[in-house]
T-cell receptor, first 115, second 111 residues
Framework: DTAVSQTPKYLVTQMGNDKSIKCEQN?????MYWYKQDSKKFLKIMFSYNNKELIINETVPNRFSPKSPDKAHLNLHINSLELGDSAVYFC??????????????FGPGTRLTVL | DQQVKQNSPSLSVQEGRISILNCDYTNSMFDYFLWYKKYPAEGPTFLISISSIKDKNEDGRFTVFLNKSAKHLSLHIVPSQPGDSAVYFCAAENQGGKLIFGQGTELSVKP
């Protein structure tokens, strides 16, 4: 059983399109995250939700909109895709929050390529 | 402005020897430091963490050392095994619970 799953694993699309990446966790965690790993390999947090409420919102373009229908799901919708959005996007979850050195559990990643 | 840096993009070690992965940070207010391991086409998995009030934490073959005055931490793996070959990410946690990652070091353990 996959603890944190993401779909799709690969996504190739044209500039200007709108796309969504879905994330689900079956660990019963309260907190979920989206990270972006860019071409320089840095993993940077984009958003964090705790029990469906937004708690971290980094300086991400407002073309990116996370949506949490329930605490087991955190989807990422991206409008008007740009070339610079090409990256690997990771979803993660943690119990309550990761404060205190608690580990985060990551999904396998979604490789987005914008042409 | 990268607050967590791993200056060695790669490291090659012989099986059975010690692997030492290094990480530097700039913010003295970080509360915890964590190491994650990542295999290709998978997400990072948690390895070990250390509180900023400690200078060492050990878990089996893995030991993390923290030098707060130098703002430096290191992960020691001994003995190294071929299955340890992966990318290792250092991360620092701020008081808001946000993780800030380094860019990773690719470890190759040769039989």
């Amino acid at each position: 059983d996959t603890a944190v799953s993401q779909t799709p694993k690969y996504l190739v699309t044209q500039m200007g399109n709108d796309k969504s990446i879905k994330c689900e966790q079956n660990l019963g965690h309260d907190t979920m995250y989206w990270y972006k790993q860019d071409s320089k390999k840095f993993l940077k947090i984009m958003f964090s939700y705790n029990n469906k409420e937004l708690i971290i919102n980094e300086t991400v373009p407002n073309r990116f909109s996370p949506k949490s229908p329930d605490k087991a799901h955190l989807n990422l919708h991206i409008n008007s895709l740009e070339l610079g959005d090409s990256a690997v996007y990771f979803c993660a979850s943690s119990p309550i929050s990761s404060v205190g050195g608690n580990e985060q559990f990551f999904g396998p990643g979604t490789r987005l390529t914008v042409l | 402005d990268q607050q967590v840096k791993q200056n060695s993009p790669s490291l090659s070690v012989q099986e059975g020897r010690i692997s030492i992965l290094n990480c530097d940070y700039t913010n003295s207010m970080f509360d915890y430091f964590l190491w994650y391991k990542k295999y290709p086409a998978e997400g990072p998995t948690f390895l070990i963490s250390i509180s900023s009030i400690k200078d060492k934490n050990e878990d089996g073959r893995f030991t993390v050392f923290l030098n707060k005055s130098a703002k430096h931490l290191s992960l020691h793996i001994v003995p190294s095994q071929p299955g340890d070959s992966a990318v290792y990410f250092c991360a620092a946690e701020n008081q808001g619970g946000k993780l800030i990652f380094g860019q990773g070091t690719e470890l190759s353990v040769k039989p």
